[in-house]
């Protein structure tokens, strides 16, 4: 008889520390998930705005009017690309590597295909996707009237000859 108490007390200790445990690891990994989903609305959000200032940058005709129903404070291009800075350096606490570099060309060079790239690297960031956006995108959707794609510069090959003697 104290043999089957003592197993008893055993199994219900087990399944009690079991539970503990359990609880503290489901606590955890909720936690986890909260912090993983409040990081991603961050992210979307900020690559929002700055996709915004983005078109305004490249065609301020068009974005700059709807950008100031937003923030009445930016009223001049310099105000954009303050703006397009700030959203560059506060990226370093959230933003990958690809937005980053990304986001810094096109704030160096403002071009469509920049513009592309940095689209690119948001959508990738945020969904862990390729995707070929390309002019046939901005053409749908009308942003860029006024711009001409870019030509593309032709890449030279090197040619590495190997002598024969």
Known sequence: MGEAITVATAIIAALGVGGIIGAYFQSRFERRAQL????????QR??????MLMITKLNPSIG????????PDLGAESDIDHELSTGLLNGVVYASDEVLTALARFIKE????AFLGAARAMRQDLWRRRTALGDEFLE???LFPA???QPRARRRRRVISRGID
Do not use: V
Request: hydrophobic share 35%; charged share 30%; aromatic share 4%.
């Open 147 to 149: 711009l001409a794609p």
């Open 110 to 113: 403002p071009e469509r295909d």
């Open 36 to 43: 993983s989903q409040q990081e991603h609305e961050l992210k």
């Open 64 to 71: 700059l009017s709807k950008l100031k129903l937003i923030r």
């Open 46 to 51: 900020r690559y929002l705005c700055i996709l």
């Open 140 to 142: 749908i959707t009308g």
